[in-house]
């Protein structure tokens, strides 16, 4: 019995899983209230069957605090045997951006690190978290891109 385990065990330690990766975090629309990034997210799915997404959690920070966080639940699947390309909406209030006066100032960016928490429903071992964190500076919207957005 103890060599079924162990045998078990290291198929399962060995097995592949999906694997994903920040590809970029770009200013998406200005809204009269807030900034809206997307953080762009490829997912490469090792299954011949499409696995559901159960929940996407993020948290922004800039300057070491927390300037957005929350969750998307149900965002869809990854197709089989692939790479599916996700967008996470991250917004931002103009309350928030005013408290990184400092950091915008010198470069008209904000250094960020963003976390995500990918939440994949793999069949036989149940829900899998995939972190991800991913660092970098995000440009802020300029004039012209306040008057081009009709939102």
Same mark, same amino acid.
């Given at each position: 019995? *103890? $060599?079924?385990?162990n045998?078990?065990? *290291? $198929?399962?330690?060995?097995?592949? $899983? @999906? *694997? !994903? !990766? /920040?590809?970029? /975090?770009? =200013?998406?629309? /200005?809204?009269?209230?807030?900034?809206?990034?997307? !953080?762009?997210?490829?997912?490469?799915?090792p299954? +011949?069957?499409p696995?559901?997404?159960?929940?996407?959690?993020?948290?922004? $920070?800039?300057?070491?605090?927390?300037?957005?966080?929350?969750? %998307? @639940?149900? +965002?869809?699947?990854?197709?089989?045997?692939?790479?599916?390309?996700?967008?996470? +909406?991250?917004?931002?209030?103009?309350?928030?951006?005013?408290?990184?006066?400092?950091?915008?100032?010198?470069?008209?960016d %904000?250094d960020?690190?963003?976390?995500?928490g990918?939440? %994949?429903?793999?069949p036989? &071992?149940?829900? &899998?978290t995939? +972190?991800?964190?991913?660092?970098? *500076?995000?440009? =802020? @919207?300029?004039?012209?891109? /306040? &008057?081009s957005?009709?939102?």
């Amino acid at each position: 019995m *103890e $060599k079924a385990k162990n045998y078990i065990s *290291e $198929k399962v330690a060995n097995m592949k $899983k @999906p *694997e !994903a !990766a /920040v590809t970029t /975090v770009d =200013l998406k629309s /200005v809204h009269r209230d807030h900034i809206e990034y997307a !953080a762009k997210v490829a997912v490469d799915n090792p299954y +011949p069957t499409p696995l559901p997404i159960c929940d996407i959690t993020y948290v922004l $920070k800039s300057d070491g605090r927390v300037i957005a966080h929350g969750a %998307i @639940p149900d +965002p869809g699947s990854i197709k089989a045997s692939g790479q599916t390309l996700l967008e996470v +909406p991250v917004k931002v209030p103009h309350s928030i951006l005013v408290s990184l006066v400092k950091d915008i100032g010198r470069d008209w960016d %904000i250094d960020y690190e963003l976390e995500l928490g990918l939440v %994949i429903d793999l069949p036989v &071992f149940g829900n &899998f978290t995939i +972190p991800l964190s991913s660092k970098g *500076e995000v440009k =802020l @919207p300029t004039l012209s891109d /306040v &008057f081009s957005s009709k939102k």
